[in-house]
T-cell receptor, first 112, second 112 residues
Framework: NAGVTQTPKFRVLKTGQSMTLLCAQDMNHEYMYWYRQDPGMGLRLIHYSVGEGTTAKGEVPDGYNVSRLKKQNFLLGLESAAPSQTSVYFCASSSGYYNEQFFGPGTRLTVL | AQSVTQPDIHITVSEGASLELRCNYSYGATPYLFWYVQSPGQGLQLLLK??????LVQGIKGFEAEFKRSQSSFNLRKPSVHWSDAAEYFCAVGGSQGNLIFGKGTKLSVKP
């Protein structure tokens, strides 16, 4: 039982490049979330999903897209990376509204 | 809109001393409240949560928190801090989308 895993752990991009972050959970959770963490800002919600095939925007969705084609996976895409997207990205999953969210170890992304 | 304020950015306590981390929230109805801990380079782990009922909730690792509606507060406490408690602590309130709205965090340092 791995919980929530994130791939990759680290990545460096140049401005304008694209990439996809993968989140996988093996707890059969319906809800999945993508957050970004910036120094002094706490965690802010980017996008979330309440089930397979559904996605919705969070607090800071601009510049990101997501997909939830399989229940266990939640992908976060950056189509044209910008330095402002340099951050640590966390994926989380939960079994329902306001239930405990289980977090992955994070992906540290640097955009030059 | 819901929001969470953690007034203390950084707190240093001596090992064995008591600890109180402050959290104030803004929410119209009865809030769902959480405390998470993040060790360096790690994801977040749930310490405790409050949904309803007894306003004093017990969590893992010897932590407890008290919900005070009149003060819009949910402060985290521990009677005796251990060096392993050094980490960053986040208070969160449940948002309208089932997500978590985090405070900016309080970094705890423990002096030997």
């Amino acid at each position: 039982n791995a919980g929530v895993t994130q791939t990759p752990k680290f990545r460096v991009l140049k401005t304008g490049q694209s990439m996809t972050l993968l989140c996988a959970q093996d707890m059969n959770h319906e809800y999945m979330y993508w957050y970004r963490q910036d120094p002094g800002m706490g965690l802010r919600l980017i996008h979330y999903s309440v089930g397979e095939g559904t996605t919705a925007k969070g607090e800071v969705p601009d510049g990101y897209n997501v997909s939830r084609l399989k229940k266990q996976n939640f992908l976060l895409g950056l189509e044209s990376a910008a330095p402002s997207q340099t951050s640590v990205y966390f994926c989380a999953s939960s079994s329902g509204y306001y239930n405990e969210q289980f977090f992955g170890p994070g992906t540290r992304l640097t955009v030059l | 809109a819901q929001s969470v304020t953690q007034p203390d950015i950084h707190i240093t306590v001596s090992e064995g001393a008591s600890l109180e981390l402050r959290c104030n929230y803004s929410y119209g109805a009865t809030p769902y409240l959480f405390w998470y801990v993040q060790s360096p380079g790690q994801g977040l782990q749930l310490l405790l949560k409050y949904f309803s009922g007894d306003t004093l909730v017990q969590g893992i690792k010897g932590f407890e928190a008290e919900f005070k509606r009149s003060q819009s507060s949910f402060n985290l406490r521990k009677p005796s801090v251990h060096w392993s408690d050094a980490a960053e602590y986040f208070c969160a309130v449940g948002g309208s989308q089932g997500n978590l709205i985090f405070g900016k965090g309080t970094k705890l340092s423990v002096k030997p």
